[in-house]
């Protein structure tokens, strides 16, 4: 009489908490976390992309913006806004950005303290963009398109920066995403 080999998905001679459906191993989740890195990189990287279009556009009114703020306070903090406002977005993208390749690329973030790290950087980016996601939306939610001729790449900027607040809605729910991953797994 032969024996059959054992079945590696039976569960009848050992407990269910240790049978291997039922668990995650650590290589599966690091592969997982990496991978959701990866396109959190991909999207931040596209981002950012949008970003630079939007800044390149507005500095090409900058001397005009310059001249009126001699001029006129309110046309002085309308400046200052916009260039907070740019480079506050720019800057809670590049941090996810960073982090997100750092993260795919070198996942050390496999025992229980790196556990606890991932969910505070992970923690940090939400904090992060979704404050420069307020802070932009503040100054640019009001903003309308200019209908004059000449003015189509500060409209395009206007656009471009729309997009960037709601690209940064994604950024945060993804990072929400792999901080209760990094718990859940």
Known sequence: MTK???NPYSCSEISISS????TTSPNMATALLSILHALQASFSAYTLYLSSISIRNLQKY?????KAAKYSSIAEQQLHKTRTTQASGALSVLFSFLCSTT???CPIFSSRVGIIGAVLVAGANVA???MARQHV???WEGKAKVPLPGVGEYNDAVSKTQEV???MVYLVASWVAVGVVSLVL
């Open 4 to 6: 059959s080999p054992p």
């Open 128 to 130: 992060a963009l979704e």
């Open 137 to 139: 939306g503040a100054f």
């Open 19 to 22: 049978c291997s459906l039922f």
């Open 62 to 66: 900058e001397e005009t913006s310059k």
């Open 103 to 105: 993260l795919a690329l």
């Open 165 to 167: 607040k709601l690209n």
